[in-house]
């Protein structure tokens, strides 16, 4: 009986809040620079989740956060903190450290002794789970885990799928797209064919590819009817359209050859846009690319195809744009006579 006892009595102090054991406690009150001064004054890395109050997969992790294998981690070895992405403020703080939300929640990892990002990663509703929440809090207390040894890991050979994609997920959510594409593109080649269809490929396509120049890209866009028939039709089209928007306004789009922006129009024929809409997409990068290699004719002749597909005539404004943009990429003077004439006349100065 008193063994019993001592068991019951036991259990009992266990359901006391002052003894049972909690979640993740994230800091209630104060700003990021509060907890950044927290964790280092306690000398711990700095767990920040990005989110919006909104956020239905977000809200979902609540549960999550709350499970005690969770907090047994989380409150050890870090200070948490939520950053609401609504708030503009955190938006600028966000903009500050160079961090580029894509989708919450995204999780990010910060030393704070010189705010290096040690581990980030965005969370689907497919992620949410005990193992795999505390896999990405082991791998932050881990140095050789780091992202700052990424770089290094890939240069040494090391091509391990999943390291891959984490190095190319933690490059876009940094803003860095030549790591990214180098990273996402032999994370690609390594991809056996009948896995491109797979939920967890489709959702490295949507939120960590940043290139079209690799082989998954160009199956996705070859088989959009089965990607639509397996995920939401609208979650296909935002995803390849995202895609193109990224090559064709990042710094890519000053390295792309004729050849390149072809090869785009092709997927683009391939994921079933018109040519009037392809046209507009592309009129600028390939104008700019045949006026920088002195081919002025042809790029006037880009934009003469851009307004014929127009589907409104052009107004003012639409012509004192094409004057100013062709004064501002040309000295030829038979380019800047044909816009003198065609364009300049009739715009606004």
């Keep these: 009986m008193r063994i019993a ?23 209630k009150t104060g700003n990021f620079n509060m907890a950044l001064a927290t964790a280092k004054q306690q000398n ?8 919006a109050p909104d956020c239905h997969i977000c809200n979902s992790f609540k549960g999550t956060f709350a499970q005690p294998q969770v907090g047994a981690i989380y409150n050890a070895k870090f200070v948490n903190f939520q950053l609401d992405i609504r708030n503009p403020e955190n938006q600028k703080l966000l903009k500050k450290l160079k961090i ?12 704070p002794s010189n705010l290096q990002i040690v581990g980030a990663k965005i969370f689907g509703e497919r992620d949410n789970s005990v193992i795999n929440v505390n896999s990405i809090a082991q791998k932050a207390i881990n140095p050789a885990e780091h992202a ?3 770089a290094k890991r890939l240069k040494a050979g090391d091509k391990n799928p999943q390291f891959l994609l984490n190095y190319a997920e933690y490059a876009r959510i940094m803003g860095d797209t030549t790591a990214n594409i180098l990273a996402f593109n032999e994370f690609a080649k390594s991809l056996p064919t009948n896995q491109y269809t797979s ?11 940043m290139n079209n120049n690799n082989p998954l890209f ?29 090559v064709l306004t990042s710094s890519q789009a000053n390295k792309l050859s004729l050849a390149d922006i072809q090869k785009i129009k092709g997927q683009m024929t391939k994921a079933g846009l ?7 997409r592309m009129w600028m990068v390939e104008s700019s690319l045949l006026f920088k290699q002195k081919k002025a004719t042809q790029a006037i002749q880009v934009i003469e195809i851009l307004l014929s597909v127009l589907p409104n005539a052009p107004g003012p404004k639409e012509y004192q744009y094409l004057c100013d943009y062709v004064n501002g990429k040309t000295k030829d003077k038979k380019a800047l006579s044909y816009a003198k004439s065609h364009w300049c006349k009739f715009g606004m100065k």
């Design 148 to 150: 700052q040894n990424y």
């Design 5 to 27: 006892s001592s068991y019951l009595s036991f259990f009992l102090l266990l359901a006391l809040p002052g003894f049972a054991q909690k979640g993740i406690n994230f800091i």
């Design 218 to 246: 160009d199956y996705f866009v070859s088989h959009i009817p089965t990607y639509e028939k397996m995920f939401e039709a609208s979650s296909v089209r935002m995803t390849y359209e995202n895609i193109f928007q990224i």
């Design 44 to 51: 711990k890395l700095l767990f920040m989740e990005v989110y």
């Design 274 to 280: 018109d040519a009037s809409s392809i046209q507009r």
């Design 100 to 111: 580029n939300i894509n989708a919450t929640p995204t999780f990010i990892f910060i030393d």
């Design 199 to 209: 939920q967890s490929t489709f959702n490295a396509i949507q939120m960590v590819m």
